[in-house]
Each structure stands twice: as C-alpha cells, then as structure tokens.
C-alpha cells in the first residue's frame, strides 16, 4: 500500500533551520504532485509548498515564501523541504501528502512536529 513518512522535525531556536524528508513507497512517484502541509494547535490545516512531477515547478504560501525551498528525488522517491529563519509561528505538525488528481491530495503522511522557541 502507499506510505509517505515524514521524518526531520524537531525543536529549534527561532532563526534557525530544519530540512524535513519524506519517503513514498508503494506508488509511481514520478506520477504524483506532492506537497507539504501544516497543522499549527488550535488552527486548521494549511497549504505550505508543493512540487511539481518532474521538480520544475514549485509553490508556496506566502507566510513562507524565501524562507522554505521544496525539492524532489524522483529517483529517492523522496521529497525534501528546506526550512531557514524558522519563527515560533511555524510551529506545528508537517504532513507529507501526494496527488494525482488535479483536485485533492490522495496520499497522506502521519506528520512530523517542528517546534520553534522564540
């Protein structure tokens, strides 16, 4: 079956970084879109970065735009997420997902938690 497993996350001073990993398994990597979400407490979950199939073409939201840089291994089945001048409003859990319909994600990963202390 398809797994995506986060990995990376950790507790950081504010201004620091972070690079989060997350493996697929059990899916054509190279056919699936994938992206990165956040779950801070008490909030909803919300759109971090997403990568293109072939790693051309990426996006971000804007609270972490020029901070973050999403990559991919087609090769690895992996996708990497970069994270620098981390803020305590970055705390939260990070989930991994995968998607081949251009309409929802199909694939989650069970998250990984970033803390920043200020």
């Known amino acids: 079956q398809v797994q995506l497993v986060e990995s990376g996350g950790g507790l950081v001073q504010a201004g620091g970084s972070l690079r989060l990993s997350c493996a697929a398994s059990?899916?054509?990597?190279?056919?699936?879109?994938m992206g990165w979400f956040r779950r801070a407490p008490g909030k909803e979950r919300e759109f971090v970065a997403a990568?293109?199939?072939?790693?051309?073409?990426?996006s971000y939201a804007d609270s972490v735009a020029g901070r973050f840089t999403i990559s991919r291994d087609n090769a690895k089945n992996t996708v990497l997420m970069q994270m620098n001048s981390l803020k305590p409003e970055d705390t939260a859990v990070y989930y991994c997902?995968?998607?081949?319909?251009?309409?929802?994600?199909?694939?989650w990963g069970q998250g990984t938690q970033v803390t920043v202390s200020s």
């Open positions: 997902a995968a998607r081949l319909s251009p309409y929802e994600y199909d694939y």
């Open positions: 990568i293109s199939r072939s790693g051309a073409g990426t």
């Open positions: 059990g899916l054509t990597f190279s056919n699936y879109k």
